[in-house]
């Protein structure tokens, strides 16, 4: 392991990861390791794929972050792939982002926020015309799997499937953790940086639990969370997060875009390169646009899940549907072992996956109810 930095959370950091759904441990990754990282992403040719570069899954593996992550989370499979995630300086556009809104009219940098595991077609440049269904069926077979209606066949561009199960009732990939290593100065906003809504993994829990009594479907197209907002400028937004969880981060201080819609303010995560934040899969995310930076925002990604869940298959650290192939095959699973029911279970008790953290959500937990009862 190459690393100086910590190799667990102190019980401070842990409260504010149960607070706040992330925390951001200064210096978790050796300077040597980061330069590696640069000096690979320098050196990589026109459209090489460095998700699986050991210079890139160093940053974990050989790294603090691994033993911070066991002591935290519990076991989980070293990283084999990562999302490099490099963005561009660059000034709003008046292009029509995924929630179907001009680019350069969104807040925060045009942060949009969104759970992992949620599948995205290109957005369309147009505004589009027909009924809701023509809307809905003519957007998702625009995406790589063709016309094929509603259907766990369908995949996004983002390689994510539009439902998990073959009934159609989670809608929503998910692991346990992420981790962004920062391998650059974003500790100025408008950088690039990873925008966390805090405290939103709260909410999301009990959404899905509420989503769990009503019917059982989870995620997009499930009680309250409709899949596309036909009110967006170009008529085919995606609804990345249902509007309860958006209205309870609203107060009239949130800036609006033209049509009059406040939307929530994230928390973007202030790094220099080394740091690396540690998130919940249940908090609201997104990159913000590389405004002010002095370079491309290089960020590698990796989406972590406890062994528990499934011990007997691999995540490889970059999908955020795990449940599924990368490209949407179907996996093979011991006989009474159902993986969505598994997953469903995991999205309505968040901590279960933290085996570090049990005593600090039992106090905590304790201290919020007997705040609500005095």
């Known amino acids: 392991m190459d690393s100086a930095g910590p190799v667990a959370l102190s019980d401070a950091q842990k409260r504010t990861l149960y607070h706040d759904g992330f925390v951001i441990v200064k210096g978790a990754v050796s300077e040597s390791l980061v330069d590696a990282a640069r000096a690979r992403i320098r050196s990589a040719e026109r459209g090489e794929n460095l998700s699986s570069d050991k210079a890139m899954t160093d940053l974990v593996n050989a790294s603090g972050v691994t033993p911070i992550l066991h002591e935290v989370m519990g076991n989980f499979d070293p990283p084999s792939a990562s999302q490099v995630g490099v963005l561009k300086k660059r000034a709003p556009g008046t292009h029509y982002n995924n929630l179907g ?9 045009g942060s949009q926020l969104h759970m992992d595991g949620n599948i995205t077609i290109t957005s369309p440049q147009s505004v589009q ?31 994510t499937p539009m ?73 085919c937004g995606m609804n990345y997060l249902p509007e309860s969880i958006l209205n309870a981060f609203i107060d009239d201080s949130c800036e609006r875009t033209p049509d009059g819609r406040r939307w929530p303010k994230p928390t973007q995560a202030l790094m220099e390169p080394g740091d690396a934040c540690i998130a919940m899969w249940h908090i609201p995310h997104d990159a913000s646009r590389n405004e002010n ?24 650290g970059v999908s955020d549907h795990p449940d599924r192939g990368w490209k949407g095959d179907w996996l093979e699973y011991e006989p009474g072992n159902n993986p969505w029911e598994r997953s469903k279970f995991a999205m309505c008790n968040m901590w279960h996956e933290w085996d570090g953290m049990t005593r600090i959500v039992a106090e905590e937990s304790a201290q919020s109810t007997q705040g609500l009862i005095r």
């Open 293 to 316: 930076g002095t370079e491309s925002r290089k960020n590698i990604i990796f989406r972590v899940r406890n062994k528990k869940r499934q011990p007997a298959h691999v995540a490889t």
């Open 101 to 109: 809104y001009r680019d350069c009219d969104m807040p925060y940098y």
């Open 129 to 159: 015309e027909g009924t809701a269904a023509e809307i809905y069926r003519r957007h998702f077979a625009a995406g790589p799997s063709g016309d094929l209606g509603r259907s766990p066949l369908v995949m996004g561009h983002n390689m």
């Open 163 to 235: 439902f998990q199960d073959p009934e159609m009732t989670l809608a929503l990939g998910s692991f346990t953790a992420f981790v962004f290593v920062c391998l650059n100065d974003q500790r100025e906003p408008g950088c690039g940086q990873t925008s966390l809504l805090k405290g939103g993994h709260h909410v999301s829990e009990r959404f899905f639990r509420w989503q769990m009594e009503q019917n059982g479907h989870l995620g997009p197209e499930g009680p309250g969370w409709p899949r596309l907002n036909h009110d967006a400028p170009n008529r």
